[in-house]
């Protein structure tokens, strides 16, 4: 039920994207700040791994997806980008799903602005503001 060979593009330059969009608005104000915030998650990702471990998406055929899980060895680690306020710790529906069927040790929600730790069945969850990345 999980989907192999549909890629997810990702802009690595957000000013090229903006260019290309024409849209130099402030995040706050603009409709694809998800977009942006998983790009940024990305690019800091990419940064901080140094090929140290694999990062791929997941999506199965219910729509249910995972914007990045870093491979590492035999560890799968879920990251979500939320870039929204959060008043308490929370995952989506999609990462619950993710979760239940993996049970990774430890997952990462990033966020606008929030820290936070919960745990689902085994897996330790940190929230932590994208900027931190």
Same mark, same amino acid.
């Given at each position: 039920?999980?989907? +192999? *060979?549909?890629? *997810?593009?990702?802009?690595? $330059? &957000?000013?090229?994207? =903006?260019?290309?969009? *024409? =849209?130099? =608005?402030?995040?706050?104000?603009? /409709? $694809? *700040? &998800? #977009?942006?915030?998983? #790009?940024?998650?990305l690019t800091g990702l990419i940064n901080l791994l140094q $090929? @140290?471990?694999?990062?791929?998406?997941?999506?199965?055929?219910? %729509?249910? !997806?995972? $914007?990045?899980?870093? +491979?590492?060895? %035999? !560890?799968?680690?879920?990251?979500?980008?939320?870039?929204?306020?959060? @008043? +308490?710790? !929370?995952?989506?529906? &999609?990462?619950?799903?993710?979760? &239940?069927?993996?049970? /990774?040790?430890?997952?990462?929600?990033?966020? %606008? =602005?929030?820290? #936070? !730790?919960?745990?689902?069945?085994?897996?330790?969850? +940190?929230?932590? /503001?994208?900027?931190?990345?």
């Amino acid at each position: 039920t999980e989907l +192999k *060979k549909n890629p *997810k593009i990702y802009f690595m $330059d &957000s000013g090229l994207r =903006n260019y290309i969009i *024409k =849209n130099f =608005n402030s995040v706050e104000n603009r /409709p $694809d *700040k &998800s #977009g942006l915030a998983e #790009g940024v998650a990305l690019t800091g990702l990419i940064n901080l791994l140094q $090929d @140290k471990a694999e990062i791929m998406y997941w999506r199965t055929l219910a %729509k249910a !997806e995972v $914007d990045f899980i870093l +491979k590492t060895g %035999k !560890e799968n680690i879920p990251v979500e980008v939320k870039y929204q306020n959060f @008043k +308490k710790p !929370e995952i989506s529906r &999609s990462f619950r799903s993710f979760l &239940s069927e993996y049970s /990774p040790a430890r997952a990462v929600v990033f966020t %606008k =602005n929030f820290w #936070g !730790e919960m745990e689902v069945g085994t897996t330790e969850i +940190k929230f932590v /503001p994208l900027c931190y990345l």
